[in-house]
Each structure stands twice: as C-alpha cells, then as structure tokens.
C-alpha cells in the first residue's frame, strides 16, 4: 500500500480532530506528502470512522494513484498549499472559534505573542465556494508567510512539516480564535504592537541563563 504511515497518520489524527471538536460528521480534511504523491482523506466520510485503505493517494497534479474511494472536494485547495510552499501536511477544520472569527473578522490579530508560532496576524481569506479554483487561490495568498489561515464564513487551515505539526497549528489557531472571541465579550481585546512581538522573537533568541549554585 502507498503511504502507509502517512494514511494510517491520516485515520490518526482525524480521530483526534473530531474527538477534540475540530471537525463535525464529515466536514474537514487533512493531506500528508511524501514525494511526489500525497495522501488526503477521502470525500463524505467522517473522520473518526477512517481506516488507512480508504484514504486515496494521488499525485501532485491531482491525477488519482492508489485508492477506491475520491479524493476529499477540498482537494485542489490542499493541492495549492502544496505547490507553492515546503509544507509536508495540511489541516483544514470547521472548529467552533476559528469559524466564528473567519465569520466575523477579516483577520485575527495579536492578541498573544504565541501568534508568531503561526507566522503572525492570521489573515481571513475571502470567500469562495469550497472545492473550487478560486478558493484553492484566496488560501494560497492568505497563508503567504503563514502556517495557518481562516477561511471567510467556512473554517480554518494550517500547514506544517508533518501531520503532528500541522494539527499542533490548528488546536493553537483555535486557542486563539477562543481566547478572542471570549475576550471580545468582556472588553476589547488589547493588540501587542509590533515592538512588544519584536521583543518575544529577541527574548525567545535570547533566553536568559541562569547562574549554578555552588554548594
């Protein structure tokens, strides 16, 4: 079987999605890539009932390889991320928070220094139907520097160097979209400035040393 690891991976973490929330029945979708081949789940199966031989492999044009079933409809947007980035996985979600902000907002900004863990202000990018060319190219330009990106009135996506990192992606893109929106009901949210992120990217380079105590 072609990518093994990479659809039993697939089966792995798209339990943890719909376990954790992430995803409802059969929305969402996850890809992993090794190569020239790239393994996604597959179209109207939920998540938490996958199994590794349901989940086709096709090739980085799109053309199908290996696999009964089709490719997820959101395939030529994981498709994009993958031909003009070094990601190795990608994670799409409708999570609760996340879509509520992609909803409302046209970006999430800083509210927390670990939103540079995600490149920065995470941008929301317009609408467009899903599965199509036109959405596939609005999340191209929204996750340009990016490990994550909201997608208007739809969800979120992120992308990393394998599943682990890109799922790691999405469950802090949700913290962040939470802590937003419950922050947005008591008050507005304070921004950190573009100096106070400068001086998390210092601190993280320089992190203090601390003396060992001689006995």
């Given at each position: 079987m072609l990518l093994a690891e990479q659809r039993r991976l697939l089966c792995e973490y798209g339990r943890r999605a719909a376990e954790t929330g992430?995803?409802?029945?059969?929305?969402?979708?996850?890809?992993?890539?090794?190569?020239?081949?790239?393994?996604?789940?597959?179209?109207?199966?939920?998540?938490?009932?996958?199994?590794?031989?349901?989940?086709?492999?096709?090739?980085?044009?799109?053309?199908?390889v290996e696999g009964d079933l089709q490719p997820?409809?959101?395939?030529?947007?994981?498709?994009a991320v993958y031909t003009t980035t070094d990601a190795r996985a990608v994670v799409h979600t409708h999570s609760t928070f996340g879509t509520v902000v992609a909803t409302t907002m046209t970006e999430l900004p800083p509210i927390h220094y670990n939103t540079l863990?995600?490149?920065?202000?995470?941008?929301?990018?317009?609408?467009?139907?899903?599965?199509?060319?036109?959405?596939?190219?609005?999340?191209?330009?929204?996750?340009?520097?990016?490990?994550a990106a909201?997608?208007?009135n739809h969800g979120g996506v992120t992308v990393g160097d394998d599943l682990?990192?890109?799922?790691?992606?999405?469950?802090l893109l949700e913290w962040l979209c939470e802590v937003y929106v419950r922050a947005k009901s008591v008050g507005e949210p304070r921004v950190l400035t573009e100096e106070q992120l400068s001086a998390v990217v210092q601190r993280a380079f320089s992190p203090p040393r601390f003396p060992r105590r001689e006995d």
């Open positions: 992430l995803v409802v029945g059969t929305a969402g979708n996850l890809s992993a890539r090794a190569g020239d081949l790239i393994a996604v789940t597959p179209s109207g199966i939920s998540l938490d009932r996958l199994e590794p031989e349901a989940c086709p492999v096709i090739d980085v044009e799109g053309h199908l997820s409809s959101e395939t030529p947007m994981h498709l863990l995600l490149g920065g202000t995470v941008r929301v990018a317009d609408y467009a139907t899903f599965g199509t060319p036109e959405l596939a190219a609005n999340v191209r330009a929204a996750l340009k520097d990016r490990r909201l997608l208007a682990h990192k890109a799922f790691e992606a999405t469950r």
